[in-house]
Every structure is written in C-alpha cells, then in structure tokens.
Nanobody, 116 residues
Framework: QVQLVESGGGLVQPGGSLRLSCAAS????????MAWYRQAPGKQRELVAR???????IHVDSVKGRFTISRDNAKSMVYLQMNSLKPEDTAVYYC??????????WGQGTQVTVSS
C-alpha cells in the first residue's frame, strides 16, 4: 500500500506560478512511476506529466515549456512546478504512483484555479 498526500494548490492569476508537492508513504520501495494528473469540470482525468524511478520524464504537449515534474527519491516526493499558468489549467490535480507490479494509487487531489 502507498499513501499519497498532495499540497500546494490554490488560486493564482493568469501568468502566475504554483508548485505542487506530493508526499508518498508506505511501500515506497515499490514505486516505479510518479505522476500528476488533472481533471477539469465536465472532463475526463488526464495525464499532465510523469517521472520514472530513473528520472525519465514525460510532459504532455499542453504543458511543455511551462510545467516541470521532478522527483526526490530520498524523500519520496514528487513535485510539479507550474509556470505561465492559464485559465485552462484550472482543475483538480491528482498525484499518482504506479508500482513495479502495476498497482495504481491516488492522492485526494488539490484544486488549482487560474483566474483574474
């Protein structure tokens, strides 16, 4: 079992920045991929970015150049630095981990609202 706790969401003006953090606990040795997903009202949950235990990253096209995912294996943390935020980035952001045996775990979500 892996437990995840997100923090760092909030209200920000367009063009602003936020940093999301996610702390993992429990069976952290089993974690392979750490990722951020988001779900806007009326839309499906979508991948934002992910990072493997070896440090390989993927960012979806809509956030490339603006968002950066990073991971601290020693602290069992994953971060999402979000710059140049746009109103369309408004969503609930979820931390996700996938273990080496394919199990998925989710955090409770943190709201990010981009509005003037």
């Amino acid at each position: 079992q892996v437990q995840l706790v997100e923090s760092g969401g909030g209200l920000v003006q367009p063009g602003g920045s936020l940093r999301l953090s996610c702390a993992a606990s429990g069976s952290i040795f089993s974690i392979y991929i750490m990722a951020w997903y988001r779900q806007a009202p009326g839309k499906q949950r979508e991948l934002v970015a992910r990072v493997t235990s070896g440090g390989s990253t993927i960012h979806v096209d809509s956030v490339k150049g603006r968002f950066t995912i990073s991971r601290d294996n020693a602290k069992s943390m994953v971060y999402l630095q979000m710059n140049s935020l746009k109103p369309e980035d408004t969503a609930v952001y979820y931390c996700n981990v996938r273990t080496y045996n394919g199990e998925d775990y989710w955090g409770q979500g943190t709201q990010v609202t981009v509005s003037s």
